[in-house]
């Protein structure tokens, strides 16, 4: 059932206002999917961040006139669900990738992170991205650890006079 001109204009502004906010985009061919694995892939979108839609490639390229991920739109041309990461840069393209891995039919053709393009065989480095907790995680690991070495450093003074100490009372004692 075709769309009216309402229903076209409501898909535009809804997915023009994610993509506003997105931090990367990842196109996929869906061609071959069942009902059900779709569901599956929606489910794990909706859990992870990642809004997943699959619309018009006219809707698409104009939804994302104006944003970054404009430079998609050379690409847009076949059977394709545009996912976009909310959260994170890398969750749409690791969602995709992992679900692309279980099912053959799914096949990532291209994404856009920065308003740079990236083909098919880039997003695995864009999935390969941390998540925002395990980027604060290596911050924090990073910024603690020369505080940690400086307090063992200073702690070591204390304790080679002690086994010193302890050297020399064992010394005369025997």
């Known amino acids: 059932m075709a769309l009216t001109q309402a229903e076209k ?21 869906y061609r071959g999917l069942s009902v059900g694995q779709m569901t599956e892939l929606r489910a794990k979108a909706r859990d992870t961040g990642v809004y997943v839609r ?6 698409a390229k104009l939804a994302v006139e104006g944003t970054e991920f404009e430079c998609m739109q050379k690409g847009l041309s076949g059977p394709l669900m545009l996912a976009f990461s ?20 799914l ?38 650890a020369p505080v940690t070495k400086l307090a063992r450093t200073l702690n070591e003074v204390p304790g080679k006079l002690v086994r010193t100490v302890e050297a020399v009372r064992l010394s005369k004692e025997a």
């Open 107 to 144: 096949k990532v053709t291209m994404g856009a992170v920065g308003g740079e393009p990236l083909e098919a065989s880039e997003i695995g480095r864009l999935a390969n991205l941390p998540t925002r907790d395990e980027a604060l995680a290596q911050l924090m690991a990073v910024m603690q």
């Open 86 to 105: 909310i959260e994170d840069p890398g969750s749409a393209a690791r969602l995709l990738r992992d679900f692309a891995k279980e099912n053959d039919a």
């Open 9 to 29: 204009k409501a898909v535009v502004a809804e997915v023009a206002e994610v993509a506003a906010t997105a931090h990367s985009a990842v196109a996929a061919e």
């Open 54 to 59: 699959v619309v018009k490639n006219s809707l």
